[in-house]
Structures are given as structure tokens and as C-alpha cells.
């Protein structure tokens, strides 16, 4: 069994898999690791892992990309790994409240990382949504309902996949940009996908 590497776009590590030389494709095999291209958002990830995450062949998942901080400490192009995340829309409104799917009684929305290695990273609550936050307005009801630190639009997915096939998840991400209204000219993807990547190509994949 070996390790599968899950990402969304194959821009955020276009470094690492020329640095393999691997073709574009969604899903490239090696003998010592997989890559998984997903595509965007908790929809085409889910629908991807059901049809590739395979207990029997893969024992580690490891799902990498950017992500946008509220938190101000982080630095921009910063790597932090992810140790909780929830999907932040699965409830329902009853008028100015959010009920969450647990109050509802229909399930849990917030899945934990497995890897439990320490990689020098700063340890971040995120949650993973359809809609990345640019309004002043949803920003702060989004602080106000939920203690975390990042946001992407995979995240939770990965965790939620790998907790139903019993194989053991880490999530890292690198910081993008800023959870704020929206500003493309304050957004660091490039430095951010630098940072990742030199990451990547910095690890020996099986201790991963």
C-alpha cells in the first residue's frame, strides 16, 4: 500500500509533478506515491475519492493546496497543517440562527486529520465551504459561528472520505490570501504555490 496525494487543480503543484515528470491526467500513478487531481470544490473531491480512494491499495492520504486565512498571525505563502475541518454550509437557517447538521440530528460536519506526525507546521482549525467568503458581512457572521483559522473548498471533503474508508489523512495548506472582501491584488497564489511545493519536493513521501 503507498500514499495518495489529493489536490484540486494540477496548478497548485505543477512544480511537483514536473519535478515526476507526470502526464496530465486526473489521476497519475507511480510506484511509490498517486497523484489525485479532483477538481474544484466538496463535489467533484467526493465524487473523485469514491471513485479512486481504494483501502486496499492506499494506506495514507495526503491532501495539499491553498487555502485563505482569517487569521492575521498566518503569513501569507505561510504552509499550516490542518488538524480539524468542517463544512460550514451543512445545516439550516431559522432566520438570523444557523443550525448545524448535529443539532439537526442528520450526522457531524467537522472531521479530524489522522496523521498525527509533527511537521513544524502551525496546527489550524479550517472549514471548507462552496463559496470562499469576499463580503465584510458573511466574513463576520462566519467568525462569529465558527473558531477556525483557514477556509478552502476541499478540505473537509478529503477527511470526511478517508474517516469513511479508515485510512489515515493530513491536510496541509498554504496561505493564499486573506479572508477579507475582495481583493485580488492582495493575493499571494504564486508565492503560496512556491511555498507548497518546495514543501512537497522537500519530503521523503514515505514518512509521510
Known sequence: MKLLIVVATRAEIAPFLSHFNLPDQPLME??????????VGMVATAFALGQHLDKNKYNRVLNVGIAGSFDRNISLGE????SADTFAELGAEDHESFIGI??????KSTYQSTGNKNYNLKT???????????NADSIAK????????????????????????????????AISNYVEPRNRNNWE????????????????????
Do not use: P
Open 124 to 134: 489550524v482549525n479550517a472549514i471548507t465551504v462552496n463559496k470562499v467568503h469576499g
Open 102 to 107: 448535529e443539532n439537526l440530528g442528520f450526522g
Open 30 to 39: 507511480t510506484a511509490d506515491f498517486d497523484v489525485l487531481v479532483t477538481g
Open 189 to 208: 497564489i504564486g508565492l503560496a504555490v512556491k511555498n507548497l511545493n518546495d514543501w512537497l519536493l522537500s519530503k521523503e513521501l514515505s514518512t509521510i
Open 142 to 173: 462566519t467568525q462569529a459561528l465558527f473558531a477556525v483559522q483557514t477556509e478552502s473548498m476541499e478540505g473537509a471533503a478529503v477527511f470526511y472520505a478517508c474517516s469513511i474508508q479508515n485510512i489515515s489523512c493530513i491536510q496541509i495548506r
Open 79 to 82: 504552509l499550516v497543517n490542518v
